[in-house]
C-alpha cells in the first residue's frame, strides 16, 4: 500500500470521530473522494450503461435513491435522466458533503434512515403516475433494511424499477456481493416475494469478466406495468417472475 493510501486511511477513521461540520468540509477539499469507488455505480461502464438504457425506456418521473454516500451515483443519475431526485443519507459527515456537492441541482436530500425516508416520501409521492425508478444502496454491515424497503415500495409504486446494489448473481460469481453471515447475504433469500407478487427478477445480461470497477452485482426487480418496456433492455436478462 502507498504511503498516501495509508495517510488517506488513518484520516478517514480519525475523520469518523470528528464533528460530522468538520469531517465533511475536510473531505471536500479532498479531490479524490469527488470520485469515489471509481465513479458512479462503483466504476462500472455495464451498470452505467444499463442505467441510460433503462432511462430512455422506461421515461421514469422521478428517482428515488436510498445512500446517497458522497453523491456520485445521485449526480449521475440526476444527469442521465433530468428528472426531480430523491436520496437519504444516515450518515451525518456524508450527507453533508452531498449536501454541498448537489447544491445546484434538482436533488432533494434527507438525513434519516431509509425505512423512514420512504414513508416520508410515500405520502408526497401517492399523486405521482409515471414509472420511478428506485436505486436501493443503503445497506451497510449489520442493518440490511432491503426488504423492509421493498415492503414500502411495491404497494405504493407498483409501476417502477427497484435495482439493488451489492446483490448476489447467483450464476455469475465474479460478480461481488455483500456477505455480512448467516442470514445477512444480500441475495433472494432477502426479498419478500409475499409483496411482489407478479413482479419480475432480472440481473445484468453482462457477464462480469466484461464488467469494469469494482464488478458488484445488482438485482433489477420490475412492477408488472414496466415489465414489457424493461424486457426491451438488452442490458438486463429476466430469470422469473415472483
Known amino acids: 500500500m502507498r504511503p498516501s ?20 468540509g475536510i473531505d471536500l477539499r479532498r479531490p479524490m473522494l469527488w470520485d469515489s469507488w471509481g465513479g458512479p455505480f462503483n466504476g462500472q461502464r455495464g451498470r452505467q450503461a444499463m442505467l441510460r438504457d433503462l432511462v430512455g425506456l422506461c421515461g421514469f418521473t422521478q428517482i428515488v435513491e436510498t445512500g446517497t454516500f458522497r453523491g456520485v451515483t445521485t449526480q449521475f443519475l440526476s444527469d442521465i435522466s433530468g428528472s426531480p431526485v430523491h436520496s437519504c443519507e444516515l450518515f451525518a459527515r456524508y450527507f453533508r458533503f452531498s449536501s454541498v456537492r448537489l447544491a445546484s441541482r434538482d436533488i432533494e436530500l434527507e438525513n434519516m434512515d ?39 415500495i411495491a404497494p405504493r409504486w407498483p409501476k417502477s424499477v427497484v435495482l439493488v446494489d451489492d446483490f448476489q448473481v447467483a450464476d455469475d460469481p465474479g460478480y461481488v456481493y455483500d456477505d455480512y ?7 433472494e433469500s432477502l426479498i419478500p416475494v409475499e409483496c411482489l407478487d407478479e413482479w419480475a427478477v432480472a440481473y ?15 438485482c433489477v426487480l420490475i412492477g408488472p406495468p414496466m415489465i414489457s418496456v424493461a424486457r426491451q433492455s438488452a442490458h438486463l436478462r429476466i430469470t422469473r417472475t415472483l
Do not use: M
Not at 205 to 211: A, G, I, K, T, Y
Open 5 to 24: 493510501e495509508i495517510f488517506g486511511r488513518a484520516l478517514d477513521k480519525a475523520l469518523d470521530r470528528a464533528p460530522p461540520r468538520l469531517a465533511a
Open 114 to 152: 431509509s425505512r423512514a425516508f420512504l414513508l416520508q416520501l410515500a405520502s408526497r409521492l401517492d399523486s405521482v403516475t409515471g414509472p420511478v425508478l428506485f436505486y436501493l444502496d443503503a445497506h451497510w454491515r449489520e442493518d440490511l433494511p432491503l426488504a423492509e424497503e421493498l415492503r414500502i
Open 181 to 187: 453471515g448467516p442470514g445477512k447475504v444480500l441475495n
Open 204 to 218: 445484468p445480461s453482462l457477464p462480469s469478466r466484461d464488467e469494469t470497477g469494482f464488478r458488484t452485482g445488482c
